[in-house]
C-alpha cells in the first residue's frame, strides 16, 4: 500500500531551528509537496521537490532524496506564527496526492 | 498567484437537508478540482476527482449519491451534502489545478449538522 509517515508532534523554540521528517512508500513518484496548514485553515503551499536536494525558500528548505523515499523540511529563524501542521504529500504515478498525516509544531518563547 | 474561494466559509444545517458549497478558481482556468474532508486533528481525506464536463471520479467508501459534485465550468465546481446527518459535520476544502503539478487550495467550508 502507499504510505506517508511523519512525527506527529514536535516542539522548538522561537528563534531556533527545526526538521520535520517524512518518509513515503507510494506508487510512483511526480513530487513531493509541502504545505502549512493553521488550525481552522486550509493548506497553503510551501514547497515542491521532484529532483534530489535542497529547495531554499527563505525561511523554509525543502529536501528530498528519492532513493531513500525521504523528504524534510526545514524552518530556520523560528516565529511564533510558524505554529501550524506541516503536512507532507506525495504525488503518485496516476497524478494523485497521498497525504501524510501532518506534524504539530509547537512553537514556544 | 492562483487563487482559488470558497462559499460559504461556514455553515449550520438541520439534519436532513442539502447544503451547497462552491468552489471557484479566479484567476486561472481549473482543469481539474479536487474535494477533500478533514476532521480534527486529522489529515486531508480526498473525497473525489472532478474533471470539467465529465462525471467526478469518488474515492472508495465515499457515496456518490450523497455527495453530488458538478464541475459545471472551468472555474466553478459545487459539493452538495445531500440529506446532511450530524456524522457529516467536517471541515471540507476544495482545491483546483490546472495543467500544473500544483493543487491551489480553498479556504475551506466547516459545515455543522445539528
Known amino acids: 500500500g502507499q504510505n506517508i509517515d511523519q512525527p506527529t508532534e514536535m516542539t522548538a523554540t522561537e528563534g531556533a531551528i527545526v526538521q520535520i521528517n517524512c518518509t513515503y512508500q507510494?506508487?510512483?513518484?511526480?513530487?513531493l509537496f509541502w504545505y502549512q496548514q493553521h488550525a481552522g485553515e486550509a493548506p497553503t503551499f510551501l514547497s515542491y521537490?521532484?529532483l534530489d536536494g535542497l529547495e531554499e525558500k527563505g525561511r523554509f528548505s525543502s529536501f528530498l532524496s528519492r532513493s531513500k523515499g525521504y523528504s524534510y523540511l526545514l524552518l530556520k529563524e523560528l516565529q511564533m506564527k510558524d505554529s501550524a501542521s506541516y503536512l507532507c504529500?506525495?504525488?503518485?504515478?496516476?497524478?494523485?496526492?497521498?497525504w501524510g498525516a501532518g506534524t504539530k509544531l509547537i512553537i514556544k518563547p | 498567484g492562483a487563487v482559488v474561494s470558497q462559499h460559504p466559509s461556514w455553515v449550520i444545517c438541520k439534519s436532513g437537508t442539502s447544503v451547497k458549497i462552491e468552489c471557484r478558481s479566479l484567476d486561472f482556468q481549473a482543469t481539474t478540482m479536487f474535494w477533500y474532508r478533514q476532521f480534527p486533528k486529522q489529515s486531508l481525506m480526498l473525497m473525489a476527482t472532478s474533471n470539467e464536463g465529465s462525471k467526478a471520479t469518488y474515492e472508495q467508501g465515499v457515496e456518490k449519491d450523497k455527495f453530488l459534485i458538478n464541475h459545471a465550468s472551468l472555474t466553478l465546481s459545487t459539493l452538495t451534502v445531500t440529506s446532511a446527518h450530524p456524522e457529516d459535520s467536517s471541515f471540507y476544502i476544495c482545491s483546483a489545478s490546472s495543467r500544473e503539478v500544483e493543487q491551489y487550495f480553498g479556504p475551506g467550508t466547516r459545515l455543522t449538522v445539528t
Open positions: 504529500a506525495v504525488m503518485d504515478s496516476n497524478y494523485q496526492l497521498i
Open positions: 507510494t506508487s510512483g513518484f511526480n513530487g
Open positions: 521537490n521532484v
